[in-house]
C-alpha cells in the first residue's frame, strides 16, 4: 500500500504541472496588444471616480467590454479600487471573460499581495505609479509581475517620475495627463514628456483624449497607445465612441 503513495503523488503532480502550463499559456499579451493595433485604444472600465461621482448608474463590466471589443479596442483597463471608484476584482473577472482582449488591473499597488491577486484574477498586466514609490521599489515590483507572466504599465506624470519609469526598466510607460494630486486634466503634459521616451519604449498616453484629432496629435509626437475611460463611460454609446476614435 505505501509503495503505492510515491506513484500516486507523482501522477498528482505531473496533472498539476499540465494545470500550470495552462494557466500560463492563457494570458493574453497586454504588449502585443498595444503593438498590433494603430491607433491601440485601451478603453477602460469604471463606475465612478473621485472627481466626478458616478459615472454609469447601470454598470454591467461584461457587457461594456463586449462594446468595446466590437470597437476596436486592443485592450482594457478595469478599476478594480472599491472605496474610491466602487470598483471590484469581480469587475476584471467578468470584463475578461466576455472578451478575448488582454485586460489590465487599474488600481493602486504598493505591494506584491495585490500583484498576486491580480494574476489570480485573471489580469494580463498591472499598473504601477510612480508618484507613490521610490524607483528601487518600482523595479522590484515590475519584476515580480513578470515572474508572474504580466506585463507592467508604468505611470509617471512629469519628468522626475518619467525618468524614475524609464530608470525601473519598463518598457511600457503611459503619461497621466491628469495630476493625481489635483485632477486637472490637460494633453500637454503628454506633448511636454514625449522627446524623453527611448524608441523602444510604448509610449501611453492616459485621460483626457476626447477626439480622433487628440489621438492624431499624439501619435504625431510618438504615442502609440492610448487609455481612454470616462470620454467612452459617458457616451450614450460608447462602441460608436470607440469607433469614431480607431477608424
Known sequence: MSAAVPDILSRIVATKRVEVEHLRASRRSFRAALEGHKPAVIAELKKASPSKGTLIEEYHPGQIAHFYQS????????LTDRNYFQGSLQ???T????????VLRKDFMIDEVQIAEAMAAGADAILLIAAIMDVTRLRALRQFAETLGLDVLVEAHDEKELA???ESG?????????????????????IRLAPMFPKD????SE?????????????????????IGEHLMKAADPMAALRELTA
Open 71 to 78: 470597437g476596436g479596442a486592443a485592450a482594457l483597463s478595469v
Open 91 to 93: 469587475d476584471l473577472h
Open 95 to 102: 470584463a475578461r471573460a466576455a472578451t478575448h482582449l488582454p
Open 164 to 166: 524614475a519609469a524609464l
Open 170 to 190: 519598463a518598457t511600457i510607460v503611459g503619461v497621466n495627463n491628469r495630476d493625481l494630486r489635483t485632477f486637472q486634466v490637460s494633453l500637454e503634459t503628454s
Open 201 to 204: 519604449v510604448i509610449a501611453v
Open 207 to 227: 485621460s483626457g483624449i476626447q477626439s480622433r484629432a487628440d489621438i492624431d496629435r499624439l501619435m504625431d509626437v510618438g504615442y502609440r497607445a492610448f487609455l
